[in-house]
């Protein structure tokens, strides 16, 4: 069951990611950030009512608040590094953000079977190198590596703290909501202080401004609700089996999106990209039956 619910967060995360980087594409990265996930919240808001999950609150909401205040922050530093570039360089190093949750399993007690600590390893190397790696000596700011390693850092905190943030499944259903109200509030304090800063919360006018952002609506809603189902199964899977390997497998989503890319956008795998997804199948593999 573990590793089903990593796989289906590996899907739904990869699925996200694909999504919202092609709305990044037509307006600004923090307005698909905030309207996604205010979508998220109404949907979880809903939820929340209709299982009584109120009577969950407690402490532990706590953990939920940190992940939704560290969410954007790192979102925002690996946008910030994907700008500087080169995104073959930065989208592997993103991935790393694994290594959280695997050493927090590992302090905690998780101990792999050799199999498992075999795709363990065989796993990671597969998702950095589905990120397209740039190994010929391209140039890369220190900025740039900077930020994504506080990216990789938040990413991985995420899915730790989601994970400690309910042990019920009504519970899980607040703590998304906690989670992604606080998101809402710091995306939206960032998207405020650009647009003070002369930045733009909508498309141009020419490009189509509010239209776009209408015509969007279903599509922002997919991103918002698919992040939200991959944070809430991998709490699952956390809970209910090793973190070491729920957090190796829901962070094979680098490859759901080049495949995603692949087939929807046509392009074409580079080989270390293909190398990386037949690799981070076999870790998969060695994973599941470990």
């Given amino acids: 069951m573990t590793a089903l619910l990593a796989l289906a967060t590996s899907l739904l995360w990869g699925l996200a990611d694909f999504g ?37 609150a407690g402490p532990q909401l706590w953990y939920a608040v940190a992940a939704g205040a560290v969410g954007p922050v790192a979102m925002l530093c690996f946008y910030k590094a994907l700008a500087l570039g080169p995104m073959g360089v930065v989208s592997p190093l993103g991935s790393l953000g694994v290594i959280v ?5 590992l302090l905690l007690g998780d101990r792999p079977g050799l199999l498992q600590f075999a795709g363990i390893g065989v796993a990671i190397v597969g998702v950095v ?12 700011q220190r900025q740039a590596v900077l930020l994504t390693l506080v990216a990789a850092f938040g990413f991985g905190s995420v899915m730790a703290l989601i994970a400690e943030a309910s042990t019920t499944l009504t519970g899980l259903f607040l703590a998304l909501f906690v989670q992604r109200v606080t998101n809402v ?25 509010w239209k776009v952002i209408t015509a969007a609506l279903p599509a922002l809603a997919f991103v918002g609700l698919a992040d939200v189902a991959a944070n809430g199964t991998y709490a699952l899977a956390a809970q209910n089996g090793p973190v070491t390997v729920a957090a190796v497998l829901a962070n094979l989503y680098p490859v759901i ?34």
Avoid at 33 to 43: F, H, P
Avoid at 101 to 105: A, F, H, L, T
Avoid at 129 to 140: D, N, S, T
């Fill in 20 to 56: 919202g980087g092609l709305l990044t594409r037509r307006m600004p990265a923090l307005t698909v950030v905030v309207v996604s996930q205010t979508i998220a919240v109404i949907v979880l808001g809903a939820l929340v009512v209709a299982t009584g999950g109120w009577t969950e």
């Fill in 101 to 105: 949750p695997v050493s927090i399993g």
């Fill in 129 to 140: 190198l589905a990120g397209g790696p740039e190994l010929k000596g391209a140039p890369v």
């Fill in 185 to 209: 509030a710091v995306g939206g304090a960032a998207l405020y202080a650009s647009v003070k800063r002369g930045g733009r919360a909508l498309p141009e006018p020419g490009a189509g401004g």
């Fill in 257 to 290: 999106t080049a495949l995603a890319a692949r087939g929807v956008l046509k392009e074409r795998l580079r080989a270390v990209q293909a190398a990386g997804a037949g690799l981070a199948l076999i870790g998969t593999v060695l994973l599941a039956t470990g």
